[in-house]
């Protein structure tokens, strides 16, 4: 059962300030992942403190990166349920933890970071496994300007 | 809110994607959730017997880790004479290779 809102949306806005689009419904699922082009970040987010509470500056950090995905998305999981079981759809392989990560280059998972890997983590270690997939997948200075980049 | 904790004043495991080992030869994977006068509870398990299985313990595991935990039960109550050692999922590999059957809990 989804928290409520004003519990939650502390939780978004730390993610959505860093310039990461929040897809809060399939439509909007769709319209950012079905062209699967480019490299895009899905970051899925969660109330689950000991993982989350991680994982969220883990993910600030990592886009202080020089090389980044184009695209920067997030769904909630427990929260927004059909944009989340939507944008799970686009990496099915992949069990659903929540948080978790999934780098996608066009429209193929190449990098996924589980739950298991975030638990007893800081966020500079998670960060650092976060920045070594962008250093391989995502060339500096490729991301795209308007909806779901930092700018 | 960065390192906003929900459920403080838990167990260290709790939350924590864990192996258990169990003296039956049985294995899970889930999230722990604690131990009580019960035994074990643990959340959304994955869980390989040595007699059905289609793969060996450590080919399973390996899946686990790339793929994720994929349910077979959303929640276990394992018997205490049942929990052998009991290891984190990130550092399974690792413990088991060091020191077989070694424990990072209970």
Known sequence: MPYHETMVKPMRDEVTRLGVRELRSVAEVDAALGPGEGTALVFVNSVCGCAAG???PALGLALQHPNLPQHLYSVFAGQDL??????????????????????????????????????????EAIARDLMGAFDKYCAAGKREQGAGSRE | MPGHVFHPGHEELHGVTVVIEGSSGR???????????RGVAVLDVAI??????????????????????????????????EVGPITRLSEWMESSAKTPGASSHG
């Open chain 2, 48 to 81: 390989h017997d040595p007699a059905t299985a289609a793969v060996p313990r450590a080919t399973w595991i390996e899946r686990i880790r790339k793929f994720g935990v994929r349910v077979d039960e959303p929640f276990v109550l394992l018997p205490a004479k």
């Open chain 1, 54 to 56: 991680a994982a969220r």
């Open chain 1, 82 to 123: 059909d944009a989340t079981a939507r944008a799970r759809s686009y990496f099915a392989e992949y069990q659903p933890s929540s948080p978790s990560l999934a780098l996608l280059q066009d429209g193929e998972v190449v990098h996924f970071i589980h739950r298991h890997m975030i638990e007893g983590r800081g966020p």
């Open chain 2, 27 to 37: 294995t899970w994977v889930g999230r722990y959730h604690e131990t009580n006068e």
